[in-house]
């Protein structure tokens, strides 16, 4: 069982940048693929970017390819997404999600096998 915490989330004028976190509990977190989503209101989730366990792997989705970056630091248990360039349309829920292949970069959220709660961004235009 993983236990997923994010934070960091809040408001931020377009433009600007942002940084959330996503804590995890266990001894295992290398062994997990990790993956960031957002769901805008009215709007299904959707896969924004994941890293490998290990290796340092990632993939993201085209919309936010060059303004988002996605990194781990395995020693703390924590997967950071780097916002920069914000778009009003990047104005979600953004959750993280634990996959149990370690070199899985999957895009679907049916592929995460643990989720956190969700911290709400929000960009004012």
């Known amino acids: 069982q993983v236990r997923l915490v994010e934070s960091g989330g809040g408001l931020v004028q377009a433009g600007g940048s942002l940084r959330v976190a996503c804590a995890a509990s266990g001894r295992t977190f290398r062994r997990y693929a990790m993956g960031w989503f957002r769901q805008a209101p009215g709007k299904e989730r959707e896969f924004v970017a994941t890293i490998a366990g290990v290796g340092g792997a990632t993939y993201y989705a085209d919309s936010v390819k060059g303004r988002f970056t996605i990194s781990r630091d395995n020693a703390k248990n924590t997967v950071y997404l780097q916002m920069n360039s914000l778009k009003s349309e990047d104005t979600a829920v953004y959750y993280c999600?634990?996959?149990?292949?370690?070199?899985?970069?999957?895009?679907?959220?049916?592929?995460?096998?643990?989720w956190g709660q969700g911290t709400q961004v929000t960009v004012s235009s």
């Open positions: 999600a634990a996959n149990q292949g370690a070199w899985s970069l999957n895009t679907r959220d049916i592929g995460y096998d643990y």
